[in-house]
């Protein structure tokens, strides 16, 4: 479980989070939505500590994120897994290599077990063919479900996801949510993700938190959010013709 | 306004080399990362340096032989001068410049790239010090491969030297050989090969410095680029007065 206390974070003068209190629980996918510039993705640097936050507390499992040292900010982080928007894979490296790197660098079982966990994650995400393949070989979709079986090499209790489906057409973003939302069930993952492609909200959307100006203006679920009644919220969700008149259809 | 954005930037310089000169998490990539970095940056230059060596051995015989050689000097004059220059500064120093612009540019396009696409946040959120999995086997490989390449360097501008001889007939062979031998110093060897271990760290840890630090895009990665290849080779400048005056 991640809780998030309090947070605000500013770069210089301006202000981009304010007073950020969410939770966020095991095995459950949980969905950060907003515009563009709304602050949901420093949100998300701030719980993985790319970013530092101004004030406010993290905490992993009742762990102070915030008050930790390097070391113990470096063992934590060894339990998380990310996937970046645009895969952020490393091009010199083939496909298995990109998923052996965090089974390499931190695990001490022997290269065959190595391989085997790299070659087992490959196969959760259907890309066992691909293995000798280069980044730049690829497509989008299938570097996405790389970075996926990267993040969960070293079977990680936190996966961050920022908005994993951009650049994705509709058919392969409901791959990509399917493939998460089960690897969050499957592994009892909490999994936070970032986006704002309404697809996953109704697909996925087990947790969300939508964030407008740097501000939480509401949380609910998948369902609740068809009837919510935030007007921010609503002019956000339903800027879309199409989920306008699924709003309409339900009434 | 300028002094107090040089001190800022070399702080963060010297931040960034406190966070690299830390102990590699695993020491079997990091051997895998200095292997590759020997091969990209030290076995990949050897052709452009032996290149360079001979034909710039070869033009300065020719230059010393044209224009300073004269009856009243004598015959091994462009010999031992060819061979002074290329030990004193040209294998050493110039050598030093050029790789700045081949290896330095590479590195900092290289991280640069991988800061821009969030490969180094991928590599720090899970757990990897990134600084030092990136930039120390770079500057190790550097260093380790810089005496060789001086090395070649002299052999192969001294062949260059030897070409006008035998081909061109500028120098007969004998007198050549002479000036070559003259009044040898050892010394100048080792003093060209510890400048260029100072020169090569120059090179690798100020372009990773530029390339760690690019935000943005693609345009501040060519701006990256060239910031590297410009500092490290005033730096190399100013280190050369400074090192060529102490170890003199």
């Known amino acids: 479980m991640i809780e998030v206390k309090s947070l605000y974070k500013s770069f210089e003068d301006k202000q981009v989070l304010c007073d950020i209190n969410a939770t966020f629980n095991n095995g459950t996918t949980n969905l950060i939505i907003g515009q563009s510039g709304s602050g949901k993705t420093v949100l998300m640097k701030c719980i993985v500590g790319l970013f530092e936050p101004t004030r406010g507390n993290i905490f992993y499992d009742n762990r102070d994120f915030v008050g930790m040292n390097k070391i113990e900010r470096i063992k934590l982080r060894r339990e998380m897994g990310m996937i970046f928007q645009n895969a952020a894979l490393f091009d010199s490296m083939s496909v298995l290599e990109n998923v052996m790197f965090p089974l390499d660098m931190f695990s001490n079982d022997t290269y065959t077990d190595r391989l085997k966990r790299a070659r087992f994650c490959l196969d959760r995400v259907n890309l066992s063919d691909a293995e000798k393949k280069f980044p730049g070989e690829i497509s989008g979709g299938m570097q996405k479900r790389v970075a996926i079986a990267r993040a969960i090499a070293l079977n990680p209790k936190y996966l961050f996801c920022d908005e994993p489906n951009s650049g994705l057409d509709p058919k392969t973003s409901l791959v990509i949510d399917e493939l998460i939302h089960d690897i969050t069930k499957d592994f009892n993952i909490t999994t936070i993700i970032n986006t704002h492609d309404m697809n996953s909200v109704m697909g996925i959307g087990e947790n969300i938190i939508y964030i407008c100006e740097g501000w939480k203006e509401w949380q609910g679920n998948k369902d609740q959010i068809m009837t919510a009644t935030n007007e921010k919220l609503n002019s956000f969700i339903f800027a879309s013709d199409l989920f306008r008149k699924v709003k309409e259809a339900n009434k | ?248």
């Not at chain 2, 120093?93 to 900092?108: F, H, P, T």
């Not at chain 2, 050892?186 to 090179?203: C, T």
Request: include cysteine; charge should be neutral; proline fraction near 2%.
């Open chain 2, 1 to 248: 306004m300028l002094i107090v954005k040089s001190l800022s930037t070399f702080g963060r310089y010297l931040e960034l080399m406190n966070k690299t000169f830390s102990r590699p998490e695993r020491m079997r990539m990091f051997f895998k990362q200095y292997v590759k970095e020997l091969s990209q940056l030290g076995v990949d230059s050897i052709g452009i340096v032996l290149l360079i060596s001979l034909f710039i051995g070869a033009v300065i015989c020719i230059q010393i032989k044209l224009n300073i050689q004269s009856p009243w000097m004598p015959r091994f004059t462009t010999g031992y001068t060819t061979r002074e220059i290329m030990l004193l500064e040209f294998s050493s120093s110039i050598m030093c410049l050029i790789l700045a612009g081949k290896v330095g540019s590479n590195i900092a396009s290289e991280i640069g790239t991988m800061r821009v696409t969030q490969q180094i946040d991928a590599l720090d959120i899970m757990g990897v010090n990134s600084a030092s999995f990136l930039i120390l086997p770079k500057i190790l490989g550097l260093v380790t491969m810089m005496p060789f390449l001086v090395s070649f360097s002299i052999f192969a501008g001294m062949g260059g030297a030897y070409a006008t001889a035998i081909i061109g007939n500028v120098i007969t062979v004998d007198d050549l050989t002479y000036g070559l031998q003259h009044d040898f110093t050892e010394w100048y060897v080792w003093m060209g090969i510890i400048k260029s271990l100072f020169f090569a760290f120059i090179i690798t840890s100020v372009s990773a410095f530029y390339g760690y630090t690019v935000e943005g895009g693609s345009f501040e990665v060519g701006k990256a680029s060239t910031n590297s290849v410009v500092s490290s080779s005033v730096l190399i400048l100013f280190a050369d007065v400074f090192l060529t005056q102490i170890l003199s």
